[in-house]
Nanobody, 127 residues
Framework: QVRLVESGGGLAEPGGSLRLSCVVS????????VGWFRQAPGKDREGVSC???????????YYAPSVRGRFTISRDSSKSTVFLQMNDLGPEDTANYSC?????????????????WGQGMQVTVSP
């Protein structure tokens, strides 16, 4: 069974940076898409950034408009790990962040209802 383990969340100051990591178990198919999602209190879950394949050479990325230019998604295929580098953080980025892996759509994001999920972790941006 595919498992995901996240790390890197925590507290950051406005303008600061955090790097999130998502390790996907090796039994995940190479074509699985991996995405970072977040949910703030009282808001719907939002797809933040995705990469269309955990290991295939041909892949593409997605960024929500709210994070484009500030966040960067990358992967280490040899370690089945996807990273989310978050720069210039603001209070609006405060949320619970989760990674998900599964069959992806044209955006490059896994379909949430079909994906396997990590445990989630809090990111808080505050002075």
């Amino acid at each position: 069974q595919v498992r995901l383990v996240e790390s890197g969340g925590g507290l950051a100051e406005p303008g600061g940076s955090l790097r999130l990591s998502c390790v996907v178990s090796n039994d995940a198919p190479d074509y699985y898409a991996v995405g970072w999602f977040r949910q703030a209190p009282g808001k719907d879950r939002e797809g933040v950034s995705c990469i269309s394949s955990i290991r295939n050479a041909d892949n593409w990325t997605y960024y929500a408009p709210s994070v484009r230019g500030r966040f960067t998604i990358s992967r280490d295929s040899s370690k089945s790990t996807v990273f989310l580098q978050m720069n210039d953080l603001g209070p609006e980025d405060t949320a619970n962040y989760s990674c998900a892996a599964g069959v992806g759509g044209t955006t490059g994001c896994p379909f949430p209802s079909l994906a396997k999920w990590g445990q989630g972790m809090q990111v808080t941006v505050s002075p």
